[in-house]
Protein backbone atom coordinates (compact mmCIF):
# COMPACT_ATOMS: atom_id res chain seq x y z
CA UNK A 1 0.00 0.00 0.00
CA UNK A 2 1.35 3.31 -0.77
CA UNK A 3 0.81 6.77 1.48
CA UNK A 4 -0.26 9.71 -0.61
CA UNK A 5 1.68 12.77 0.52
CA UNK A 6 -1.49 15.49 -0.19
CA UNK A 7 -4.34 12.72 1.42
CA UNK A 8 -6.61 10.20 0.48
CA UNK A 9 -8.80 10.63 -2.45
CA UNK A 10 -12.67 10.88 -1.98
CA UNK A 11 -15.07 9.76 -3.71
CA UNK A 12 -17.75 12.22 -4.44
CA UNK A 13 -20.68 12.30 -5.75
CA UNK A 14 -21.44 14.08 -9.06
CA UNK A 15 -23.12 17.80 -8.66
CA UNK A 16 -25.42 19.67 -11.45
CA UNK A 17 -25.14 23.20 -11.49
CA UNK A 18 -27.21 25.24 -13.54
CA UNK A 19 -27.05 28.55 -15.10
CA UNK A 20 -30.08 30.41 -14.95
CA UNK A 21 -29.31 34.57 -16.17
CA UNK A 22 -33.22 34.88 -17.03
CA UNK A 23 -35.29 36.74 -14.60
CA UNK A 24 -38.69 34.96 -14.47
CA UNK A 25 -41.72 36.67 -16.14
CA UNK A 26 -44.87 38.50 -15.01
CA UNK A 27 -48.00 38.42 -16.73
CA UNK A 28 -50.66 40.74 -15.37
CA UNK A 29 -54.63 39.74 -15.48
CA UNK A 30 -55.26 42.07 -13.27
CA UNK A 31 -55.50 45.63 -12.74
CA UNK A 32 -54.53 47.04 -16.40
CA UNK A 33 -51.72 49.67 -15.99
CA UNK A 34 -53.73 53.32 -16.16
CA UNK A 35 -56.94 51.65 -14.44
CA UNK A 36 -59.61 53.70 -13.01
CA UNK A 37 -61.67 52.28 -10.80
CA UNK A 38 -64.14 53.39 -7.69
CA UNK A 39 -63.43 50.10 -6.47
CA UNK A 40 -61.38 48.96 -3.46
CA UNK A 41 -59.69 46.64 -2.90
CA UNK A 42 -58.66 45.46 -5.73
CA UNK A 43 -57.42 42.10 -7.48
CA UNK A 44 -53.94 41.14 -8.11
CA UNK A 45 -54.26 38.61 -10.27
CA UNK A 46 -51.17 37.08 -12.28
CA UNK A 47 -49.01 34.41 -13.62
CA UNK A 48 -45.09 34.36 -13.29
CA UNK A 49 -42.80 31.01 -14.30
CA UNK A 50 -42.19 27.97 -12.50
CA UNK A 51 -39.21 28.01 -11.34
CA UNK A 52 -40.38 31.69 -8.91
CA UNK A 53 -39.79 31.00 -5.19
CA UNK A 54 -41.25 34.47 -4.21
CA UNK A 55 -43.53 36.67 -5.87
CA UNK A 56 -44.20 39.89 -3.75
CA UNK A 57 -46.84 42.83 -4.11
CA UNK A 58 -46.28 46.04 -2.75
CA UNK A 59 -43.64 44.19 -0.56
CA UNK A 60 -45.88 41.34 0.61
CA UNK A 61 -45.17 38.01 0.21
CA UNK A 62 -47.90 35.92 -1.94
CA UNK A 63 -48.11 32.36 -2.51
CA UNK A 64 -48.09 31.14 -5.79
CA UNK A 65 -50.15 27.76 -6.57
CA UNK A 66 -47.85 24.44 -8.66
CA UNK A 67 -48.79 26.29 -12.00
CA UNK A 68 -47.38 29.68 -11.08
CA UNK A 69 -50.23 31.95 -10.76
CA UNK A 70 -51.18 34.45 -7.67
CA UNK A 71 -53.92 36.23 -6.76
CA UNK A 72 -54.35 38.49 -3.79
CA UNK A 73 -56.48 41.77 -2.90
CA UNK A 74 -55.04 45.31 -2.43
CA UNK A 75 -56.23 48.01 -0.79
CA UNK A 76 -56.06 51.36 -2.54
CA UNK A 77 -56.10 55.23 -1.04
CA UNK A 78 -58.19 57.91 -3.17
CA UNK A 79 -56.27 59.21 -6.19
CA UNK A 80 -53.32 57.47 -7.75
CA UNK A 81 -51.67 54.08 -6.16
CA UNK A 82 -48.38 52.28 -7.25
CA UNK A 83 -48.44 48.26 -7.07
CA UNK A 84 -45.50 46.70 -7.62
CA UNK A 85 -45.12 43.43 -8.27
CA UNK A 86 -41.80 41.57 -8.09
CA UNK A 87 -40.93 37.93 -8.80
CA UNK A 88 -37.66 36.01 -7.66
CA UNK A 89 -36.44 32.52 -9.06
CA UNK A 90 -33.73 30.40 -7.10
CA UNK A 91 -30.92 31.66 -9.06
CA UNK A 92 -31.94 35.49 -7.56
CA UNK A 93 -32.60 36.74 -10.61
CA UNK A 94 -35.74 38.99 -10.38
CA UNK A 95 -38.46 41.01 -12.40
CA UNK A 96 -40.72 43.42 -11.68
CA UNK A 97 -43.81 45.18 -12.86
CA UNK A 98 -45.00 48.77 -11.55
CA UNK A 99 -48.84 49.66 -12.32
CA UNK A 100 -50.77 53.28 -11.45
CA UNK A 101 -54.19 52.33 -10.36
CA UNK A 102 -56.07 55.23 -9.70
CA UNK A 103 -58.57 55.39 -7.16
CA UNK A 104 -62.14 57.78 -7.54
CA UNK A 105 -64.77 57.53 -5.59
CA UNK A 106 -66.15 61.05 -5.83
CA UNK A 107 -68.90 61.64 -8.40
CA UNK A 108 -68.29 64.31 -10.82
CA UNK A 109 -69.50 67.91 -10.60
CA UNK A 110 -72.47 68.69 -12.13
CA UNK A 111 -74.52 71.73 -12.62
CA UNK A 112 -78.08 71.88 -14.05
CA UNK A 113 -78.72 75.26 -14.96
CA UNK A 114 -81.65 75.39 -17.37
CA UNK A 115 -84.41 74.57 -17.20
CA UNK A 116 -84.94 75.85 -14.18
CA UNK A 117 -87.78 73.08 -11.67
CA UNK A 118 -90.94 73.83 -11.93
CA UNK A 119 -90.67 75.25 -15.40
CA UNK A 120 -94.35 76.00 -16.94
CA UNK A 121 -93.65 76.66 -20.63
CA UNK A 122 -95.90 76.93 -23.68
CA UNK A 123 -92.95 76.17 -25.79
CA UNK A 124 -92.76 73.03 -27.43
CA UNK A 125 -88.79 72.31 -26.87
CA UNK A 126 -86.83 73.93 -24.29
CA UNK A 127 -82.70 73.93 -24.21
CA UNK A 128 -81.23 72.13 -21.33
CA UNK A 129 -78.12 73.70 -20.02
CA UNK A 130 -75.16 73.29 -17.70
CA UNK A 131 -71.75 72.36 -16.80
CA UNK A 132 -69.82 69.03 -15.36
CA UNK A 133 -66.14 67.94 -14.30
CA UNK A 134 -63.67 67.74 -16.89
CA UNK A 135 -63.74 64.33 -19.05
CA UNK A 136 -67.13 63.56 -17.60
CA UNK A 137 -69.95 62.00 -19.62
CA UNK A 138 -73.40 63.35 -19.59
CA UNK A 139 -76.40 61.70 -20.52
CA UNK A 140 -80.07 63.47 -21.07
CA UNK A 141 -82.83 61.45 -20.34
CA UNK A 142 -80.45 58.36 -21.49
CA UNK A 143 -78.89 60.29 -24.40
CA UNK A 144 -75.00 60.77 -24.97
CA UNK A 145 -75.22 65.10 -24.85
CA UNK A 146 -71.63 66.44 -26.09
CA UNK A 147 -69.82 68.96 -23.68
CA UNK A 148 -67.20 71.56 -24.81
CA UNK A 149 -65.05 72.97 -21.83
CA UNK A 150 -67.16 71.24 -19.39
CA UNK A 151 -70.02 72.78 -20.44
CA UNK A 152 -72.64 70.98 -22.61
CA UNK A 153 -76.49 72.17 -23.92
CA UNK A 154 -79.13 70.13 -25.90
CA UNK A 155 -82.69 70.30 -26.32
CA UNK A 156 -85.38 68.52 -25.39
CA UNK A 157 -88.89 68.17 -27.19
CA UNK A 158 -91.75 68.43 -24.31
CA UNK A 159 -94.96 66.37 -24.74
CA UNK A 160 -98.61 68.51 -22.83
CA UNK A 161 -98.29 68.15 -18.92
CA UNK A 162 -95.24 67.69 -17.00
CA UNK A 163 -92.36 66.00 -18.49
CA UNK A 164 -88.84 65.06 -16.32
CA UNK A 165 -85.73 65.92 -17.31
CA UNK A 166 -82.75 63.71 -15.81
CA UNK A 167 -79.21 64.60 -16.64
CA UNK A 168 -76.10 62.02 -15.41
CA UNK A 169 -72.48 62.90 -15.21
CA UNK A 170 -70.51 59.57 -15.33
CA UNK A 171 -66.35 60.02 -14.68
CA UNK A 172 -64.08 57.22 -16.10
CA UNK A 173 -64.28 55.48 -12.47
CA UNK A 174 -68.47 54.71 -12.81
CA UNK A 175 -69.23 57.84 -10.12
CA UNK A 176 -72.49 59.00 -10.87
CA UNK A 177 -73.98 62.53 -10.24
CA UNK A 178 -77.66 62.89 -11.25
CA UNK A 179 -79.70 65.88 -11.80
CA UNK A 180 -83.48 66.09 -12.38
CA UNK A 181 -86.38 68.71 -13.12
CA UNK A 182 -89.70 67.91 -13.43
Known amino acids: ?3 RPWGSFKRSAGREV ?8 ITMQSPRDGLVTNQNPISVEGDTDLDTVALTVNGIGIPLSLAGHF ?6 FEGANSVSIVARDRAGNSNSVLL ?10 L ?9 YTSQYRIQIAGSAE ?23 MLSEGPNRLT ?9 K ?3 TRT
Open 111 to 119: SLTNPRDGL
Open 100 to 109: VVTLDTVPPA
Open 18 to 25: IYDADAPR
Open 1 to 3: RRS
Open 167 to 175: VVAMDAAGN
Open 177 to 179: NVS
Open 71 to 76: ETSNSL
Open 134 to 156: ADATVTVNGENTPSVNNMFMDFM
